[in-house]
């Protein structure tokens, strides 16, 4: 299909539509991800039209879909399992504008609402996620937490600036190291059998890019993970100078509490090693000289690259590194430009 087609398609649903079209649209183009071998939840959500549940004027407020899917999923698996669920509860310990409280009653469930805001829309007020104990347990929880600063909640959505508002936390290392501690608590909180679902979204500020799903902590056995595609946003409609990738999507991470007192779990660990030190087989004599070449804007004289090599653990196993740097470059003449006797360039410039 070529963009003549895809316009006229839009003219045709706006004009018998209206303004619903590309909502219309929306549900259409992702129906063969969202529905799959007779399943209603795929790993990949898309909810154009929001449903109704909650507060769509609260910023940050996901669909009542989401919940309904999750909890739709988790109410499934009990029951072909043959498990009880007389008593089954769904928590959500930040609950916002009160979005699951609409599921549960939909779905009859018991729910459990807290949320830190003094006059929430339903449940307990005051609750604070990293100082109260969760007093109850749930077979669901569904944990929607702010996306680190990209939306204030106290000072801004209600009351005064809270200091234990995960979206005033002073920086994302801050904010991350409380956002691991709350899931930790949350799934303690779980009973046997029971599900965690983790609703997160990447964060893009001041050149830099973070990605709460990658870095947050993972407890128990890693069920699922869900892409949701996302609508309607308050950016949508501004335009960028500058070239970055939008964020047009988040995640959902479904953790399954199978063992009620072994709980395996795994951590993010960052490191950072230096090329100019390190040898792995990974890492070619022919990419150790092209990267020492980009320390140095792309030109080298053979001399310097055997001063800058000497020490390296490369040469210190190989008495003859002079030659095997020599050999090297010969290997590669089309990567490495002689540009006067004993001098090269790279075949590109470096950024």
Known sequence: MNDLQIQRAAELLQNE???????IAGMLGTEGLRKRVGKELTSFMAFPERGNGGDNHWRGNCSPEVVASILRYVLDCKRYYGKDISQ???????SGSGTSQTVADQFQVRSLLYDLNPVPAYGYENWNALKNDVEDSADLIFFHPPYHDIIKYSGNMWGQPHPDDLSRCENYQDFLEKLNYCIRKFFFALRKDGRLAVLVGDIRKDGHFY??????MRMGEFESFLVKGQFNCVSDNRRYKKPFIPVVTE???ILKKADSLTVPFSCRQDGCLSVSQTDLQTITWHHLIRMTMESMGGTAALSDLYALLRNHPKARKNP?????????IYEHPDQYLRTAQGCYQLNYAVA
């Open 17 to 23: 539509f209206g303004p619903e079209w590309q909502t």
């Open 88 to 94: 089954f509860t769904l928590m959500d310990p930040m």
């Open 211 to 216: 990605s709460m799903q990658n870095d947050l």
């Open 251 to 253: 995640y959902v991470l």
């Open 320 to 328: 003859h590194y002079e030659d095997r740097i020599r050999a090297t």
